[in-house]
């Protein structure tokens, strides 16, 4: 057996009372892929710098081939062989391709006038390799979105590294360019380098990796072969939640008319990375409807788009009219209440003061009358109403989000990812709390999710959004059938 | 093509001590001077990303120095040469909190750092002439002519130096370290150590340009190479003439200068349509005059 | 005797420092602008009062009102014209929109000076002071307008204390600084919040214009001397924090009161620059501010 290349153990990092990564250890041999998977929060980026350098570990080790690195400085940590594929990265505009590749060839000195005549040969032969040869003396600037990750991708061969760290290889590319890129990183296996992928799931690297390790909330749960750690019990629940239960409503809410919310060939581009492409969705009046789709799908994305909040291609129509144009507190105020992923609370203010400027639009007197209702929904906020909102926990937090939007008295409540980051026993208030506002009220909600089995029991119908595209919808109970094992 | 249109306007300019008047000559040798004001700055803002407020500091040390050991009896030569090792001990001085400090704190420091040099000159005014300003006693030499080509000839060297600099391998990683300083760490690059030397040349040109400017005023003074104004006059002209191309701020420099001479007769409302101009032209061509060109020229 | 004096001058100083910084910050704190403008506003403000007072003749207190409808208009013309422009451009990337904003509200700073410059005067000018005759406290006679303009400041401050804490507009420019976007998904119109924020600013800055004019006296060529001041001041107490810059100013003011008084005039401004750089130095947050 090989010694391992990269011995990572007992890495901790704490930001103030947060810990980001607790105890972390694996190792990765020559010639083997690792994938580092674990939903967004889980601690795997912030991993990836502490091995890096990028951040400071507060205790534990990286070894590189028996050499203890966890205290040197970035450079030096890159120069003894790891090096880093960006997931974002700032290329130098002026220059051409060619020359973005050459200066990774460039050795750390100061007094380096001219390049090597070989600089030149060698980054010209990696642009072929990883399929810039056409485009090498264009400036980034032109190229598109694929060829710039393929740009980074060539800077981290051209340092010609022992262990490369890639974060998040495919997000953003194409079925076409997924594959040839699992073919360059192959190819670093080939070359007997230790690779480490960091994704947000096991299925986007299981066909690449040769195992598998999930961290979530900033520990390890499970370790293994990419299948084994797909139906490993913990990661199931982690991503799904436990087994999916639905409940179909008595009364189904009537789908005629004028759809509430009607969105048709939605695309939204960042920069030059597709994050929607053709989203079609309706959502009727009192309807409860789920999108489900893992982390970088695109739910925030369309959110977002339906907020007002990023530009796109298509039509958005809220009772018929068209969104476009309108600002997005425009679109609050017509009746469409976001409550995000990131919460985006007033940490500094009371729970008393965040909902009463959700609650700033309404009549005084409605105001006081949701004030009440929403106390009775969520007690714990009652009791916290004096408290500042960033001293809350998580799960309070989510719920004083939640109850922020409710104060706006919206007609469509879109709720992003509630479950992010919360233990399971806070997901089952807060599944109650739905329940009671499906039941008792006529709002309509709108509520994407990674975790099935917080998204189905509510839903009237669902949608399956997947790299960008909505792949299925229809309604909960045939979705375990149809669309639940290609899920994970 | 580009290097016959340089050597062209190059020796038309040259040959200008031979056509026009010695206040045409005096007020573009005064213009050479702060163009290389101006590139030693875009090496710092355009290529190490540091934003420096007070150019003047750095500018400063060097007259100052110069004129001082002067008013001692040493060569001028050597008085130059001081000035220039005195703005890169300064520029070392301003580098370690630019390596701490992060945007506005770091254009504070330097604010205050021209601030402090101002307050120091004013204080010691016995040795230093105070507000009134030191007299230099030697020059450079009294003919106009000579003056201006030495201005020149300056002007073209230095810009040759920052500008093969910018485009060496070694300005390429700076470019790097300048536009994100964490991937520049992880190719392997220590930061650090290329923004510290980014420092020392950009203090250099400034303080040698400094010091010639003194004697060739035959005056240092707070009003013509400390005062915060003339290093915001600095920045705009290389904001204006492009950040990130090191010819722009010359190019810039040289503008604003002839500009506000072209626009004296306006009286005290010059000072009020330059920096108009400049407003405007940061508002709509946030690139800059050389900027705005070389990016038509990408699209072509 | 000497100390009471400090105490009692370096307090008035320290209250205009004070109200002119609140200002500056407030505006940081809510829309992440660093308007180097400033002391252009403060100077438009005291000249319009000075000219409309004495000049034109209307009275110091017609004076003094029209300067501050002079700093409000300054203030939207320096949002509207410079800083608006900047923040929604495209040709500007996301990452330099800082560099522009401080660079053009420099040069628009510049702009204000030589206009007042050439249309009134550079020459010191003096603001006739809203009470005349003197007060004597332990012993220190004072100039009644003296403690007028503590109390006008002190005034203000609470005002605004009273206006961020207690209404409801107040709570929306608190939440602004805390989270634009929160606010946004609130269905709160971010234009419209920072019209408010600049309205707020334009006021404060006019009234300490104008007193200062009353106080010290002022010209167009203090311009960059007054906003550096301010600059520094809300840096020490903290960037973005209006409780810091409130005790920072008393730090400036006294240190500069009892440089000047004690050791010598001409270094006034020395010590403090000196705290100001082992500050940033040490503590780059400011005394006051959180990381």
């Known amino acids: ?488 | ?300 | 005797m000497r100390g009471l004096q400090i105490l009692v001058d370096g307090f008035a100083i320290s209250t205009l420092y004070a109200l002119g910084a609140i200002g500056f910050s407030l505006i940081f704190g809510v829309s992440g602008v660093l308007n180097l403008a400033h002391g252009g506003i403060m100077v438009a403000a005291a000249v319009a009062a000075w000219y409309i007072a004495g000049p034109l003749g209307a009275g110091q207190y017609v004076g003094a009102l029209a300067g501050v409808g002079c700093g409000i208009i300054a203030a939207f013309a320096t949002y509207g014209l410079v800083v608006r422009p900047i923040q929604r451009s495209r040709a500007i990337p996301r990452d330099e929109t800082e560099i522009f904003v401080l660079t053009a509200t420099l040069l628009w700073g510049i702009m204000i000076q030589e206009a007042i410059a050439y249309f009134f005067t550079d020459s010191p000018i003096t603001v006739r002071p809203l009470i005349n005759g003197v007060v004597d406290i332990f012993g220190v006679r004072t100039p009644a307008n003296e403690i007028l303009t503590a109390a006008i400041c002190w005034v203000s401050i609470g005002l605004l204390w009273l206006l961020v804490n207690r209404t409801r507009a107040g709570k929306t420019l608190l939440a602004a600084s805390i989270n634009p976007r929160g606010l946004t998904l609130l269905g709160f119109e971010l234009s419209s919040v920072y019209l408010l924020v600049w309205a707020i600013y334009g006021v404060l800055a006019a009234i300490a214009g104008v007193l200062l004019a009353m106080f010290l006296g002022t010209s167009s060529n203090n311009i960059g001397v007054l906003t550096a001041s301010a600059f520094s001041i809300v840096v020490l107490g903290g960037l973005g924090s209006v409780s810091g810059s409130l005790i920072a100013a008393y730090i400036i003011g006294y240190l500069e009161t009892v440089t000047a008084y004690l050791i010598s005039p001409t270094l006034r401004t020395i010590p403090s620059l000196l705290l100001l750089v082992l500050v940033v130095y040490l503590r780059p947050q400011g005394l006051f501010g959180r990381r």
Not at chain 1, 227 to 242: F, I, P, Q
Not at chain 1, 243 to 271: M, N, Q, W
Not at chain 2, 126 to 142: M, P, R, Y
Not at chain 2, 158 to 173: E, M, N, P, V
């Open chain 1, 1 to 488: 057996m090989t010694p391992p290349l990269l011995e990572v153990s007992g890495l901790t990092k704490r930001f103030g009372g947060l810990v980001a990564v607790k105890n972390l250890g694996f190792s990765i041999a020559a010639g083997e892929i690792l994938g580092l998977i674990g939903p967004n929060g889980s601690g795997k980026s912030t991993a990836m710098k502490l091995i890096m350098g990028i951040e400071r570990a507060n205790i534990g080790s990286v070894r590189l081939a028996g050499r203890e690195i966890v205290s040197w400085p970035t450079h030096r940590i890159a120069r003894a062989g790891i090096g880093l594929v960006f997931q974002h990265s700032r290329p130098l505009h002026r220059q051409t391709v060619l020359e973005n590749i050459k200066l990774a060839l460039l050795p750390d000195s100061l007094f380096q006038l001219a390049a090597e005549r070989s600089v030149d040969a060698k980054a010209r032969a990696i642009g072929e390799r990883v399929g810039l040869g056409a485009v090498l003396d264009r400036h980034p600037t032109t190229l598109p979105f694929a060829d710039l990750r393929r740009m980074e991708l060539a800077k981290a061969i051209a340092r010609d590294p022992e262990v490369v760290l890639v974060d998040e290889p495919f997000a953003g590319l194409t079925l076409a360019e997924v594959e040839s890129f699992s073919a360059l990183i192959r190819s670093f296996r080939e070359e007997g380098k230790a690779v480490l992928l960091v994704d947000h799931n096991v299925k986007g690297v299981a066909a690449l990796v040769d195992r598998v390790l999930a961290m979530y909330l900033g520990e390890r749960i499970a370790e293994g072969q990419a299948d084994a750690v797909m139906r490993d019990e913990t990661v199931r629940r982690v991503y799904l939640g436990g087994a999916i239960e639905t409940h179909a409503r008595a009364i189904a809410p009537e789908k005629s008319g004028v759809p509430l919310l009607k969105v048709t060939d939605l695309s939204v581009f960042y920069g030059k990375a597709q994050a929607l492409e053709r989203v079609a969705l309706e959502v009727h009046e009192r309807e409860f409807v789920s999108v489900v789709g893992l982390n970088g799908a695109g739910k925030t994305t369309l959110f977002n788009a339906i907020s007002g909040l990023v530009p796109y291609a298509g039509a958005i129509e809220w009772r018929g009219g068209a969104l476009a144009g309108k600002t997005p507190a425009a679109i609050a105020r017509g009746g469409i209440a976001q409550c995000p992923e990131t919460r985006e609370l007033f940490g500094d203010m009371s729970v008393q003061e965040n909902l009463d400027l959700g609650g700033q639009h309404q009549p005084p007197a409605e105001r006081a009358a949701r004030l009440i209702w929403l106390y009775d929904l969520f007690p714990i906020l009652k009791s916290r109403s004096k408290q500042l909102a960033r001293t809350l926990s998580g799960g309070e937090q989510q719920m004083l989000a939640i109850a922020r939007a409710l104060m706006m008295n919206p007609s469509l409540l879109i709720l992003d990812e509630p479950t992010l980051g919360l233990a399971p026993v806070i997901l089952e208030q807060l599944s109650k709390a739905l329940e009671r506002l499906r039941e008792t009220t006529s709002i309509t909600v709108l509520l994407g999710e990674q975790n099935v089995t917080f998204a189905l029991p509510h839903a009237d119908r669902v949608y399956v959004l997947e790299h960008a595209r909505i792949i299925w919808q229809g309604p909960p109970d045939r979705f375990a059938a149809e669309a639940g094992a290609g899920y994970l």
């Open chain 2, 1 to 300: 093509m580009r290097i016959v249109t340089a050597l062209i306007i190059l020796l038309a300019l040259a040959s200008l001590p031979f056509w026009v008047s010695a206040y045409i000559l005096a007020v573009l040798t005064v213009a050479y001077y702060f163009g290389v004001f101006a590139m030693a700055w875009d090496l710092l803002f355009g290529f190490a990303g540091e934003v420096n407020f007070g150019p003047t500091f750095l500018i400063g040390l060097g007259a100052y120095s110069a004129g001082l050991l002067d008013n001692h009896g040493v060569p001028v030569w050597l008085c130059v040469i001081a000035g220039a090792l005195a703005a890169v001990i300064g520029g070392f001085v301003l580098a370690l909190p630019a390596l701490r400090l992060r945007g506005p704190y770091f254009g504070l420091i330097t604010l205050v750092a021209v601030l402090v040099l101002q307050q120091v000159i004013v204080i010691f005014a016995g040795v230093t002439g105070g507000e009134i300003g030191l007299t230099i006693n030697d020059v450079l030499s009294v003919d106009s002519g000579h003056n201006y080509w030495l201005a020149l000839a300056f002007l073209v060297i230095s810009g040759l130096i920052l500008y093969s600099f910018s485009r060496s391998a070694a300005g390429l990683i700076l470019q790097a370290c300048g536009q994100d300083a964490i991937e520049a760490q992880a190719l392997g690059f220590n930061v650090a150590k290329h923004k510290l030397a980014a420092f020392a040349v950009s203090a250099l040109f400034s303080g040698l340009a400094g010091a010639m400017l003194v004697f060739y005023l035959g005056t240092a003074s707070v009003d013509t190479v400390v005062d915060i104004s003339v290093g915001v006059q600095i920045i705009i002209a290389a904001v204006l003439g492009g950040r990130r191309t090191i010819v722009g701020a010359a190019i810039g420099a040289v503008f604003l200068i002839v500009a506000g001479e072209i626009l004296r007769p306006l009286g005290q409302l010059n000072t009020f349509v330059v920096s108009a101009i400049a407003l405007v032209v940061i508002l709509f061509f946030p690139d800059g005059l050389v900027g705005y060109l070389l990016r038509r020229g990408e699209r072509a």
